[in-house]
């Protein structure tokens, strides 16, 4: 069974940047698409960003299109979010997991951004 590792979040103050990290255990990623998801306070846990499992293809929210990169690198099994320009309304809790068929959740990794 596959265990997602979220890390790389924290505290910024509004127009920062974060790099998150998703490690995989127990299972490689290269043949699945994955994605980016966050739950801001209070709310749903929403799509962010996805790439397919070449690399050759990603896919953003609007409400990041242009601010943030979804990348991975199979050797390490991991998948990265760079997160540039924040805004406060990005305040979430960050998750990883496939794009489409979920397996289990991590533990996420916070992100809050100051104005």
């Known amino acids: 069974q596959v265990q997602l590792v979220e890390s790389g979040g924290g505290l910024v103050q509004a127009g920062g940047s974060l790099r998150l990290s998703c490690a995989a255990s127990?299972?490689?990623?290269?043949?699945?698409?994955m994605a980016w998801y966050r739950q801001p306070p209070g709310l749903q846990r929403e799509f962010v960003a996805a790439?397919?499992?070449?690399?050759?293809?990603?896919h953003y929210a609007d409400s990041v299109k242009g601010r943030f990169t979804i990348s991975r690198d199979d050797v390490k099994n991991t998948v990265y979010l760079q997160m540039n320009s924040l805004k406060p309304e990005d305040t979430a809790k960050y998750y990883c997991?496939?794009?489409?068929?979920?397996?289990?959740w991590g533990q996420g990794t916070q992100v809050t951004v100051s104005s």
């Open positions: 997991n496939n794009y489409g068929s979920l397996d289990g």
């Open positions: 127990g299972r490689t990623l290269s043949s699945y698409d």
């Open positions: 790439i397919s499992w070449s690399g050759g293809s990603t």
